[in-house]
């Protein structure tokens, strides 16, 4: 009985953490996006008594209708959301919802309840063990599914309050800004229409998030009755938010879709900066290049306009010619470590001694700025290793595959830079501290890798036992 209970409770755990594996997706990084997204958000962190400085903001290339947060104060935004909104405001309402869940800790309050249901779940797993065990089966087969359900719905139950408790915080966010909540009730309008069934065919309690329309009807409440509802979004923030639309439009689209959305008789700088990209991706150079200077005439000042001509001169082997076009948007943004780093990275791909020695600095200052900055970190190591520093690069190196998530090489840098460095000089500190950090985080993998083969080995024998039953109870005279 007790090994019975034992490898229950074994394969519900590997089970569970299977289940919540999170799944790859690229973070698209970009400085004009950054620098945007903090803009329009940072009023609403203060709002909701946050350190701006403390919440990060990533967008992920995925197509689908989504944003969500993460531990810590990190939220995530789809590019599908950005493809999807009509303006800034909705994009605002979805990250002032956000904001809802950081502030009001609701990743603590979701373990806590995940936890009281695996609790119930693990008791209901017991008891249906147990009555299996004392010969009844059917008894204990119901227990299993009945204690399965009610966990189940206890979860979801919790999930959507938080989901309302959000929004509410959210609309409140937005109120105390001025902003209108119209854009909040536009998205929920927009995931209505992509909801699969009919809404008088769903189940309101098996659902992780309230229906949709429960939602825009309990928002229009309260945001109907606010004097900001009909005021227009903010024409400075709305035009970057076209902008950078259209950006992603043309980074993530084919080319031949971005030129039929954003066609040659469109002047705007929306539609210019798409075709850019889309020239870009196509590898017409000089019709990107035009578009590129045509952006650069209308707005000299702009640092990102200067970013993607540099770009386009680098990615087309002209790095000399892109080096003082670089320097140009560096000058012109001296806060933005993704436009140093494209300037550190032309310095360096030119291993020229004087270049190297320049990039140096200017890497390094992006890294400062930016710890997780791999590409920053890759070229700053490649420029130590030129000019001689090796402890410096291994150091570095150490860091890129740190930020990276890729402990097991961290650790090997690490330990190199520790073996080159004088003990307790704060290089060293800061190997020791990679070294050590990495090596437990690598320990937990392989723990984490043996429990997976063996939960793949248990699964695969019992998929086997299966069928072997399956046969016996088919052919049983």
């Not at 909104?85 to 979805?94: A, F």
């Not at 439009?249 to 008789?265: A, F, N, V």
């Not at 150079?285 to 993607?308: G, K, M, R, T, V």
Request: hydrophobic share 40%; aromatic share 10%; proline share 4%.
């Amino acid at each position: 009985m007790r090994k019975l209970l034992k490898k229950i409770a074994s394969t519900l755990v590997c089970a569970i953490a299977l289940a919540h594996q999170a799944y790859a997706q690229s973070i698209l990084r970009d400085a004009e996006t950054e620098a945007f997204l903090h803009e329009i958000s940072d009023p609403i962190f203060i709002a909701a008594g946050l350190d701006p400085r403390s919440v990060n903001i990533y967008l992920l290339s995925d197509p689908s209708l989504n944003a969500f947060v993460t531990g810590g104060q990190n939220i995530f935004i789809h590019s599908g959301l950005i493809m999807a909104s009509d303006d800034v405001n909705q994009l605002l309402g979805v990250i002032a919802h956000e904001t809802g869940h950081i502030a009001g800790g609701h990743l603590v309050g979701i373990r806590d309840a995940a936890s009281t249901a695996g609790n119930f779940s693990i008791l209901s797993l017991v008891l249906g063990a147990a009555a299996i065990a004392a010969g009844s089966p059917d008894a204990g087969i119901g227990l299993l599914a009945a204690g399965q359900t009610v966990a189940q719905r206890q979860f979801l139950a919790f999930n959507r309050v938080q989901e309302s408790s959000a929004d509410q915080a959210g609309a409140k966010y937005l109120n105390e800004l001025g902003i209108s909540g119209k854009g909040l009730i536009q998205f929920f309008d927009k995931l209505r229409d992509q909801e699969v069934l009919a809404y008088i065919r769903q189940d309101p309690y098996i659902r992780s998030h309230p229906l949709n329309r429960t939602r825009i009807l309990s928002l229009e409440q309260v945001l109907g009755q606010s004097e900001y509802y009909n005021k227009p979004p903010n024409p400075k923030h709305n035009e970057q938010f076209n902008r950078l639309k259209a950006k992603l439009q043309g980074y993530i689209q084919r080319p031949s879709d971005t030129l039929k959305e954003y066609p040659l008789s469109d002047k705007t700088a929306s539609a210019r900066y798409a075709r850019v990209y889309a020239y870009h991706k196509a590898l017409e150079w000089d019709l990107a290049l035009s578009e590129a200077d045509a952006l650069i005439e209308q707005e000299p000042a702009n640092p990102y306009f200067h970013e993607i001509k540099g770009q386009i001169l680098f990615e087309n082997g002209k790095v000399r010619e892109a080096l003082p076009v670089f320097r140009q948007a560096v000058e012109r943004a001296p806060r933005a470590p993704l436009v140093a780093t494209a300037l550190g990275q032309a310095m360096v791909s030119l291993e020229d001694d004087v270049l190297m020695a320049e990039a140096i600095p200017i890497l390094e200052n992006a890294t400062r700025q930016d710890p997780g900055n791999t590409f920053a970190w890759f070229n700053l190591a490649k420029a130590y290793s030129w000019v001689g520093r090796e402890a410096d690069a291994n150091l570095a190196t150490a860091e890129r595959f740190y930020s990276a998530g890729v402990v097991y090489q961290a650790v090997g840098y690490a330990k190199r830079a520790m073996d080159s460095f004088k003990t307790g000089s704060p290089e060293w500190l800061r190997a020791q501290d990679i070294f050590f950090i990495a090596r437990d985080a690598a320990e937990r993998q392989r723990k984490q890798q043996r429990r997976r083969r063996r939960f793949d080995v248990e699964f695969t024998g019992q998929q086997e036992f299966q069928k072997q039953q399956e046969q016996h109870w088919q052919y049983q005279p």
